[in-house]
């Protein structure tokens, strides 16, 4: 079956310009997660939807970031004004409920090698 | 405040046992997990442990966790070329929407 897809897999992109990132969670699946890993920081967590609705957005590092999710699957991250601390890999999960009651797996994409020069 | 520590490196044989180990912070983590990262790959679930547990064994995985002193590792058996790869630990909280938060993440090398 199909996993989680992300595109572009790569995205070179010059400092100040705008960059989409988009997601495919697995079917079904109604919490989506985006993470940002870097060399500096380490894996982190940037937003988390259930449904169309991002109940926790605490990790998204300044007002620059945004994300949407809509019809409750394909989410797009979006960077504005990119600068080059934002250079790292965007990964995309998605999972069955986010609920937390129980071991909701996150299964991961490949991810995004964001590159801003 | 939620902060999960590991050790860099870890450099084995093959054959041996290779023991990584993660610290965390958060006292209110529901449960815990194991993911394996590959050169270019996404994270992938080996396994995870509900914190009123106190070991778990899967195959050639075995997961301790001493809730106590905030210690989890990952025991791998008879470690194999293709283990070559990062392990991160990571921790959810109940109520934080399964969000994860991960560790440092450790390399594990196998030699021949």
């Known amino acids: 079956g199909a996993g989680v897809s992300q595109s572009p897999s790569n995205k070179v992109t010059e400092k100040g310009k705008d960059v989409e990132l988009r997601c495919d969670p697995i079917?079904?699946?109604?919490?989506l997660y985006w993470y940002r890993q870097s060399l500096g920081q380490g894996l982190e967590f940037l937003i988390y939807?259930?449904?169309?609705?991002?109940?926790?957005k605490s990790g998204l590092p300044s007002d620059r970031f945004s994300a949407e999710r809509t019809g409750g699957s394909v989410s797009t991250l979006t960077i504005q004004r990119t600068q080059q601390e934002d250079s790292a890999v965007y990964l995309c999960?998605?999972?069955?409920?986010?609920?937390?009651?129980?071991?909701?797996?996150?299964?991961f994409g490949p991810g995004t090698r964001l590159t801003v020069l | 405040g939620e902060d999960v520590e590991q050790s860099l490196f870890l450099s084995v044989r093959e054959g041996d046992s290779s023991v990584i180990n993660c610290t965390y912070t958060?006292?209110?983590?529901?449960?815990l997990y194991w993911y394996k990262q590959e050169p270019g790959a996404g994270l992938q679930l080996l396994t995870y442990?509900?914190?009123?547990?106190d070991m778990k064994q899967d195959q050639r995985l075995t997961v301790l966790l001493n809730k106590k002193d905030k210690h989890l590792s990952l025991r791998i058996a008879d470690t194999q070329t293709g283990d070559s790869a990062i392990y991160f630990c990571?921790?959810?909280?109940?109520?934080?929407?399964?969000?994860?938060?991960f560790g440092t993440g450790t390399q594990l090398k196998v030699e021949l």
């Open positions: 990571a921790e959810s909280i109940t109520g934080g929407g399964n969000k994860l938060t």
């Open positions: 939807f259930q449904g169309n609705s991002a109940p926790d």
């Open positions: 958060d006292s209110s983590s529901t449960y």
């Open positions: 442990i509900f914190s009123n547990m």
């Open positions: 999960a998605s999972s069955l409920d986010g609920t937390g009651d129980r071991a909701d797996t996150q299964y």
């Open positions: 079917s079904g699946h109604t919490a």
